[in-house]
């Protein structure tokens, strides 16, 4: 089974600290990680936001002046293996 | 899990490599030292004139050239620049002050730990304290801004510079220095080298693994990946010890190879590190692999090591086994007393282009 997370990049670490406040402020369910590496070979901060709300999280971040960089979508492989399933269950 | 072992792997290769490096020939704990082999460098160019510590360390050539033919392979090649270039000179420039006071970069700092060399406890405490006050200001809003695109030909900077460097290695004009006595005359041969340079480069291309990231992630957003990186360096750099060279392993503060124990000044030394490092966006390992991807600005921040050691060793302000002189201990004050200056006015400046771009847009305007 294959899900997806959407992933927003910034230009900068402080941009990513801001909007990690506001969205939180706001109640979003939002989080921080380091920009996966499929994405990008830079090393900085991007946030982990659900896909379905994604334009909402575009308009706060315009409103905030919060400088986007690029929004991808990622395929999430189900990489559990039997015993992390069973743990789980 | 994958991922994990990724890292691990990658930290490992560096482990193994400096112990194995020491092995073959290069200084004690100095297998491989990022800050010390650009400052080998500078010496061997002639611009200082240490005679201890000049050699055109092929280690380095080796990461850039490793990380710019699997950057290139992948597509990950682009030459970009114009974030702040003058403040990354200066930053490059205090970090090598800290790291000569220290003797190590932080990568030497965990191979001197993994044999034994508590001194390295206090400076990684210097370290995790610089970074620590590094996030501080990143909260508060410093930030480096934004690089663009720039020409191709920049990009490809310092790709020619590592291949010149080899070319003067290789037929050792009379302008190269080389040591003859001192760390700068411990050399593995040049083909583990460059060979050793080029598995860790193009691995660290591929992996990210930063000194400096692996703790910034950690407190930044509680992210472990790049800390199992360091991790591994520990573990392999101290296994590969016991077995290679297990005459050098030794716990304790005094008699560790080039490395000295005035703790106030290890601590503070890697202090700037820490700092200048996490406000830099990376540990003098990672520039070099950026400015093998096309990054001009590492590869500015890079020029700011070189005349960062030029300076330190033509001014006498790098410590030694002796300890750390007078002029060491003014510059990394004078150091620590610039970079904070910097990173604070810059802080100021961004929060209060903030206000405004947002009262023009509506905000918050009141009458």
Not at chain 2, 49 to 76: D, H, N, T
Request: proline content about 4%; charged content about 15%; glycine content about 12%.
């Amino acid at each position: 089974m294959t899900e997806y997370y959407c992933v927003m990049t910034f230009h900068s670490t402080h941009h990513s600290l801001i909007f990690e406040k506001e969205l939180k402020k706001r109640g979003f369910k939002i989080k921080l990680m380091p920009v996966p590496r499929q994405v990008s070979s830079s090393c900085g901060t991007a946030a982990k936001i659900p896909c379905n709300l994604r334009d909402d999280i575009i308009s706060i971040c315009n409103e905030e002046n919060i400088e986007v960089d690029e929004v991808h979508k990622i395929e999430q492989k189900n990489t559990k293996n039997w015993f992390e399933r069973f743990l789980s269950s | 899990m994958k991922n994990k072992f990724k890292i691990i792997f990658a930290g490992g290769l560096i482990g193994i490599f400096g112990a194995v490096l020491v092995f073959v020939g290069n200084p004690v704990n100095m297998g491989i030292c990022v800050a010390c082999f650009y400052r080998d460098i500078t010496g061997a160019l002639g611009l200082h004139r240490a005679s201890v510590v000049q050699y055109l360390r092929p280690e380095i050539m080796g990461f850039v050239l490793g990380a710019f033919i699997i950057a290139k392979l992948k597509k990950e090649f682009k030459p970009r620049g114009g974030s702040s270039p003058l403040i990354r000179f200066f930053f490059g420039f205090f970090l090598i002050v800290g790291a000569l006071v220290f003797l190590g970069c932080p990568l030497r700092m965990i191979l001197r730990l993994a044999n034994g060399d508590l001194n390295a406890v206090v400076g990684l405490a210097g370290y995790i304290t610089g970074i620590i006050i590094g996030i501080r200001f990143l909260k508060i809003g410093f930030t480096i801004g934004r690089s663009v695109n720039q020409p191709k030909i920049a990009g490809y900077s310092m790709p020619i510079i590592s291949i010149v460097l080899l070319i003067f290695l290789f037929i050792a004009p009379s302008f190269i220095f080389f040591s003859e006595s001192g760390p700068g005359s411990y050399t593995a041969p040049i083909i583990w080298s460059l060979a050793a340079g080029l598995l860790i480069g193009g691995t660290l291309q591929r992996t990210r693994l930063c000194t400096a990231g692996g703790f910034r992630d950690i407190i930044l957003i509680k992210d472990f990946h790049l800390m199992w990186g360091l991790i591994g360096i520990f573990i392999f750099s101290l296994i590969g010890n016991l077995i290679l060279n297990p005459d050098n392993f030794m716990i304790g503060f005094s008699g560790q190879p080039i490395a000295h124990s005035e703790h106030i000044w290890n601590f503070l030394g890697m202090v700037l590190v820490g700092l200048t490092a996490v406000l830099l966006g990376g540990c003098p390992l990672r520039q070099t692999i950026l400015a093998a991807e096309g990054d001009t600005d590492a590869v500015i921040t890079i020029f700011g090591f070189i005349a960062g050691s030029a300076f330190v060793h033509n001014f006498g302000l790098a410590a030694s086994p002796k300890g750390v002189p007078q002029n060491g201990k003014i510059a990394v004050v004078i150091g620590i007393i610039v970079v904070l200056g910097i990173a604070f006015m810059v802080a100021k400046e961004n929060q209060r282009k903030r206000k405004l771009s947002k009262e023009a847009k509506g905000g918050k305007v009141s009458v």
